[in-house]
């Protein structure tokens, strides 16, 4: 079975400021990992995807993810936020092995970016 | 850049009558999907499609859903007979192939309330 976690509900961050969004996961093979945003009144849009290769994996907006497997980890970083990057992030999870291409996706985690 | 779009975006509806949700996948895309979201609580899984016929289905979606593709552009999601229970954002979603590694491009959603 798939699942995937987002231990923090909001994270505030000031301008200027790096900024890490955490994302763990659990699957039975081998994991494809996603991170999408939600802006207010609008769906959620992809940011950047891990299938295989290199455990850095950049993505739009400057948004970059570190693929950790010994920590079943894929955290979403940026170097500097913006006020703009204020939104609501998911982190998905699929699963090699089980049988289904359904994504399941974390519960969100509100991204407060700070003048 | 094409988008997924649905309508309407807001549907106000008594308990017991029948709505339908609609969603204009992006055309060369081949997957369709349907999710909800509770407020407050995580993205949740309703529906895949493809070729015509569900590919699969969630516990949600149960003998009060049904979804169809009824010309060459529209996905509908039709809901019976509305539950309070069923009061949620549903996002529409599609996607150009279904493998693990395909991402998902997501509609505005359509905030759905019983009443």
């Known amino acids: 079975a798939q699942s995937v976690a987002q231990p923090e509900d909001q994270v505030n961050v000031a301008e200027g400021n790096p900024l890490t969004v955490k994302c763990t996961y659990s699957?039975?093979?081998?994991?494809?990992l996603f991170w999408y945003v939600q802006y207010p009144n609008r769906g959620l849009q992809f940011l950047l995807k891990y299938i295989t290769g290199d455990n850095l994996v950049k993505g739009s907006y400057g948004f970059e993810a570190e693929f950790n497997k010994s920590q079943t980890s894929f955290h979403l970083k940026k170097p500097s936020a913006l006020v703009s990057d204020s939104a609501l992030y998911f982190c998905a999870v699929r699963d090699t092995r089980g049988g289904s291409y359904i994504p399941t996706f974390g519960r969100g985690t509100s991204l407060i970016v700070h003048p | 850049e094409p988008e997924v779009t649905q309508t309407p975006s807001h549907q106000v509806t008594q308990m017991g009558q029948e709505v339908i949700l609609r969603c204009v996948p992006i055309?060369?895309?081949?997957?369709f999907y349907w999710y909800r979201q509770i407020l407050g609580q995580k993205v949740e899984f309703l529906v895949s499609?493809?070729?015509?016929?569900?590919?699969?289905k969630s516990e949600i979606f149960d003998d009060q859903f049904s979804v169809e593709r009824p010309d060459g552009s529209n996905f509908t999601l039709k809901i019976r007979s509305t539950k309070l229970e069923d009061s949620a954002m549903y996002f529409c979603a599609s996607s150009e192939g279904v493998a693990l590694g395909y991402e998902q491009y997501f509609g505005p959603g359509t905030r759905l309330t019983v009443t």
């Open positions: 055309s060369n895309h081949l997957y």
């Open positions: 499609f493809y070729n015509n016929e569900i590919s699969e």
């Open positions: 699957v039975s093979g081998n994991p494809y």
